[in-house]
């Protein structure tokens, strides 16, 4: 089966099929003369210095112009997505506009939001972050403009013609491109399991759209081999769903209208300007930076490998040297990285991506201390947050929500860029140390799994590394893709732990879906129902009160009665939408046997005021530090409860006296809870992506549970149908259980009522204890704790008197065994005093052997002596059991048995003898 690409255009309009010589593909185009197909290597970029469109565009006006050409063909404007994808799970940020609709649009367990659809999604790739800046093209941040089409089975909505069509009409009637200069080039794509034919649509050299037509899916072993395509040496077969995946470059598109010599001076001007100026920064020969362009728009540094050679062919070209070259363009580089970097930060932060050292916190530090080091080569003081607030100021209009988070944005960058520069004082004794263990082991080179190390587990760039290790005499070398292979490090996305196995899916898949009276009525305690199926020690019924584990949610326990027995249910878990009940005699069960349920609903009513508050709590938590607040995690107990959340720093008192003092109101004005089952789509319309709070909620159908005008969340488990049965709301304490992620621990309800008795009680007992009211307890506390320390400072006084007097004692003990001077004795004192005595007792040629009479041991060699401390304290050890050991000057331990310790002297001085 072979796929024919022939477009009614090209068959109607006279476009000629050509093969290029220099790449072999095939393209389209109107031009006889043509022999190549346009994309670099084939072609240079021809419109630098000539814009390749009439009319030069910003990027609101060329997005505009895009989304509005889509509008009148039909197409339903949607807004832009998060670029922190919470609707999925299995990548880390959105690097593509048609990952808005994967998975559930594309496999049809969602509608699109509209079909077909236009959108203009900001997409963020760090494959190509070592690329950025130096080659005018590449981007961290870009945004993809797009057409989609979803063409289910029996609803076909258009196809390849319509998409060429469009495409053409675009470009050369709204942008007034010229024709002959457009080629559709023919490359196949793939990826992620699927595959279809595709056009790079090439202008001057730029490739300025590709045109997506997803059609397969990996072939099966068993497929029909007249349906089998191959694509990249890869086996497929026809897809159900057939999408149209477009992309257009909005960059691209408006670097084309200006024709400047990089993408980054035609789209970020307004950093790039005022970064010139602070760094004075001479004005460079435009021919170095055009030159640079077209050469590197020939290839990728992670292709090349070493970016000399592209500074190499530059420096031919313009007529001067490589080292001249390099001073004049890398301020360039550096300011357009930044400007690029910085850009990609805003969106991230304001999308809600916390700097930590995980998933996509990892890949926002990066490029803040990326960006942080290169203000640093600049010779700039100017902090981050200050250019993070041009980008700000510049995008709001069209991003109000930039606007709406600045306070907490500009905080993260500064919070950050101080954690950097705490890292980096750190870092040098690290590196220092590390240096010191490969100079004994004869190297002379920090090897890149190191350099790696030091980037990925203390932050220290590796251009820091460097600094310290020239220093110190250790070659480094920092290959020209270091932060591509960190980041794609990072953008392995972690394998999921299989959870908990049940039953074989098989033995369920005939059952009917079992009734959830828990979400008919939460508050059914007894119920009657049939049992359907008995799989080892898990029984299903037809319908059941008793809710499965999910959601944060524990499941219910309590007891099925069977023939007049009562069985007790342990566990209740859910395997596709049959609901599996885990008792204690399963024998006692059998098919079509009525049986009587009952929860153990104080266990329930607990877990159910505590998910509850949760959502209360959540809501509080976004109101008081930011929008920026993410769950991160949640787990429901009967006497307490835990909330994760996304967050840059520590949460003071004084907020979460706040939090608690908004949470408890919300409980007071018992507002109403309700939930509705809405498709997904519609839900994401409605309330937006806040809905994923809990995490990636599956199904065309999702349960959304609301708390009048305080949150919205999609979620599986059991509430209260007001905020006032919730109780009290009391915070336990925090935790930061890892970078970026702060732990509340809270209890609502009766175990709030127990943990605040519980505190009072132990309020009252220390205050018998001091004999003092309860409120004078913190005063005369602090007056105790006071002198005990000076107290504690007259013992440790003592202490050294005593050291003292013991070494004043033990020096009129000396023994001479041979050459060596030996002290040996049973003391008193800890190990601290024993330590001190050996310390100052210590000379050449002596020995000293300090027992304490709790067993502690010490011994200290003097120089000029060819024995080691630890061998004599294995001497000691062996005679009186315990274990000890330590330097060749200094050993320590405890013996077993302290009745011993003379007799093991006796033995350490035979040894020395």
Not at 63 to 89: A, C, N
Not at 179 to 194: L, M, S, V, Y
Not at 370 to 391: C, D, N, T, W, Y
Not at 866 to 879: M, N, P
Request: negative net charge.
């Amino acid at each position: 089966m072979s796929m024919d690409m022939t477009t009614r255009m090209f068959k109607e309009e006279g476009w000629i099929r050509k093969k290029c010589p220099k790449c072999g593909k095939y393209f389209w185009t109107l031009d006889p003369d043509r022999e190549t197909c346009g994309d670099p290597p084939c072609d240079e970029y021809q419109f630098i210095g000539k814009p390749g469109i009439p009319k030069k565009y910003t990027l609101d006006e060329m997005r505009e112009k895009f989304l509005s050409f889509f509008e009148k063909h039909g197409h339903g404007r949607v807004k832009r997505y998060p670029v922190l994808p919470r609707w999925r799970d299995d990548v880390l940020l959105v690097g593509a506009s048609i990952m808005d609709f994967q998975p559930w649009v594309i496999s049809g367990e969602a509608d699109p939001p509209a079909n077909p659809l236009t959108i203009s999604q900001p997409s963020i790739r760090f494959t190509d972050i070592d690329n950025v800046g130096i080659t005018g093209r590449h981007f961290t941040i870009f945004e993809m403009m797009a057409h989609h089409a979803f063409n289910y089975p029996g609803k076909p909505v258009y196809w390849m013609d319509e998409t060429v069509e469009l495409a053409f009409e675009f470009f050369t009637k709204e942008l007034k491109m010229k024709a002959e200069d457009i080629t559709f080039k023919e490359n196949p794509w793939a990826g992620g399991g699927n595959a279809g034919p595709a056009f790079e649509v090439l202008y001057r050299g730029l490739e300025v759209a590709t045109l997506v037509f997803m059609q397969y899916k990996k072939a099966p072993e068993n497929a029909d081999p007249s349906q089998v395509v191959e694509i990249k040496g890869e086996k497929y077969v026809p897809m159900e769903t057939k999408v149209v995946d477009t992309g257009y470059g909005l960059e691209r598109l408006v670097w084309m209208s200006h024709g400047t010599p990089t993408a980054y001076d035609a789209v970020l001007g307004y950093v790039i300007e005022p970064l010139k100026k602070m760094a004075g920064i001479e004005k460079i020969d435009e021919r170095i930076l055009m030159e640079n362009s077209r050469l590197a728009g020939m290839f990728d540094i992670e292709d090349m490998g070493d970016l000399r050679y592209l500074r190499e062919q530059v420096a031919k070209r313009v007529g001067i040297t490589v080292e001249e070259l390099e001073k004049a363009v890398r301020p360039y580089e550096l300011i357009y990285a930044i400007a690029d970097h910085t850009k990609a930060l805003t969106f991230m932060l304001a999308d809600g991506v916390i700097p930590s050292n995980v998933k996509a916190g990892y890949l926002a530090r990066l490029l803040i201390r990326k960006s942080i080091r290169h203000l640093r080569e600049l010779g700039l003081e100017i902090p981050l947050s200050e250019i993070v607030a041009m980008h700000i100021k510049e995008l709001s209009p069209t991003f109000p929500e930039f606007k709406e988070m600045e306070d907490v944005i500009l905080d993260i960058i500064n919070v950050e860029e101080k954690r950097y520069q705490e890292t980096l004082k750190r870092g040098s004794e690290l590196v220092k140390r590390e240096i010191a263990k490969l100079k004994k082991k004869g190297i002379n080179e920090l090897p890149l799994e190191k350099l790696i190390l030091f980037y990925e587990s203390h932050g220290l760039t590796p251009e820091i590394v460097a600094e310290v290790a020239q220093r110190e005499g250790i070659k480094v070398h920092i290959p020209d893709n270091f932060y591509t292979l960190v980041a794609k490090q990072a953008e392995k996305t972690e394998k999921k732990t299989a959870g908990e196995y049940v039953v074989d899916f098989e033995l369920l898949k005939d059952l009917p879906d079992t009734r959830t009276l828990y979400y008919e009525d939460p508050f059914m305690r007894e119920f009657d129902a049939e049992v359907l199926k008995v799989i080892d020690n898990w029984v299903v019924l037809n319908q059941t009160a008793f809710y499965p584990e999910g959601g944060g949610q524990p499941y219910d326990t309590g007891i099925l009665e069977v023939n007049g027995e009562e069985v007790k249910v342990t566990n209740v878990q859910k395997v596709g939408k049959v609901i599996l009940h885990k008792v204690e005699r399963p024998e006692l069960f059998r098919e079509g046997a009525k049986v009587h349920g009952r929860l153990d609903w104080e266990r329930r009513i607990q877990h159910m005021r505590h998910h509850t508050g949760t959502h209360v709590l959540m809501g509080a938590l976004v109101r008081v530090l930011g929008k920026h607040v993410w769950q991160a995690g949640s787990q429901l107990h009967t006497d307490w409860a835990r909330l994760d959340i996304s967050h840059y720093k520590r949460i003071t008192e004084e907020e979460l006296r706040e939090i608690e003092r908004l949470a408890n109101r919300v409980v007071m004005e018992n507002r109403k809870v309700t939930w509705e089952w809405l498709p997904r789509t519609e839900a994401e319309m409605k309330y937006g992506f806040r809905l994923y709070q809990g995490g990636v909620v599956p199904g065309r159908v999702i349960r959304v549970l609301k708390i009048e005008d305080w949150d919205v969340q999609a979620c599986g488990g059991t509430h209260l149908p007001n905020t006032g049965l919730i109780g009290p709301i009391k915070i336990l304490r925090t935790e930061r259980i890892q970078d970026g992620v702060e732990r509340i621990i809270f209890a609502a309800g009766e175990a709030a009522i127990n943990w605040m008795q519980e505190t009072e009680r132990l309020l009252k007992r220390t205050a018998e204890i001091f004999r003092v009211p309860p409120e004078k307890v913190p005063e005369t506390a602090e007056r105790f704790f006071n002198e005990w320390k000076e107290a504690r400072k007259e013992v440790e006084k003592l202490r050294k008197e005593l050291a003292k007097l013991l070494v004043y004692e033990l020096e009129n003990e000396v023994e001479k065994i041979g050459e060596v001077e030996f002290i040996g004795k049973v003391v008193e004192g800890t190990m601290d005093d024993l330590r001190e005595a050996a310390n100052r007792l210590r000379k050449d040629k002596r020995v000293i052997v300090l027992i304490s009479r709790e067993g502690h041991f010490v011994v200290a060699v003097g120089d000029g002596l060819d024995i080691k401390a630890g061998e004599l304290a294995r001497v000691i050890t062996s005679v009186a059991g315990g274990g000890g050991g330590g330097r060749k000057e200094l050993a320590q331990g405890r013996i077993k048995n302290p009745l011993k310790a003379e007799e093991a002297i006796e033995e350490v001085k035979k040894r020395l003898g």
